[in-house]
């Protein structure tokens, strides 16, 4: 009895969604999403009613919020630049020498099925699937930065660094 209730245990870990999930959150709960809602900007008049965009179902609106826009103005930058689909001239210099090496069209695909790859090697053992342990923070261990380390290292080369949150490990 133990036995086939054991091996019941283990087929039913071994058995899960095609895709690993290393933080087994529960994303198939269907709940209110507070983030999705957002102010919207004060109705205005514009000049000429003819300046209005013609309605569209799934289009925006002039009063629709744009965080994107808003804050790359705040930053200095362009809004007009987040819809363009060509490389802005002022940026052709900084494009040629990034790409100098060459560049690789599906590179998004490919770390995709390498990161996929990846977390099923590294979901875990059978208990910590059965009972929804994450393992992200482990799996992914070997590709995280010391930042400490690594600031120590850019002072040992003489760069100037700014102030730095002390490190907790050494608090004691």
């Known amino acids: 009895m133990t036995v086939a209730l054991l091996a019941g245990l283990a087929l039913a870990a071994c058995s899960g ?27 205005e008049m514009p000049p000429s009613l003819t300046e209005l965009p013609a309605p569209a179902p799934g289009g925006t609106n002039l009063a629709d919020p744009q965080p994107r826009a808003d804050a790359v103005a705040a930053l200095g ?12 001239a002022a940026d052709g210099g900084l494009v040629n020498r990034a790409s100098r090496f060459g560049v690789q069209p599906n590179i998004r695909e490919q770390l995709a099925a390498e990161d996929l790859e990846f977390r099923r090697r ?15 923070f482990r799996a992914y261990r070997v590709m995280a930065l010391d930042r400490y380390a690594e600031l ?21």
């Open 77 to 88: 930058g362009n809004p007009a630049l987040l819809s363009a689909t060509a490389i802005p």
């Open 152 to 172: 120590e290292r850019w002072r040992r080369a003489g760069a100037r660094t700014p102030g730095v949150p002390p490190d907790p490990a050494l608090d004691d």
């Open 122 to 136: 590294n979901q875990g053992r059978v208990l910590e699937r059965l009972f929804g342990v994450g393992v992200y």
């Open 17 to 43: 969604p095609d895709e690993p999930r290393l933080l087994n959150l529960d994303a198939a709960a269907r709940g209110p999403d507070e983030f999705r809602i957002l102010p919207t900007r004060p109705l």
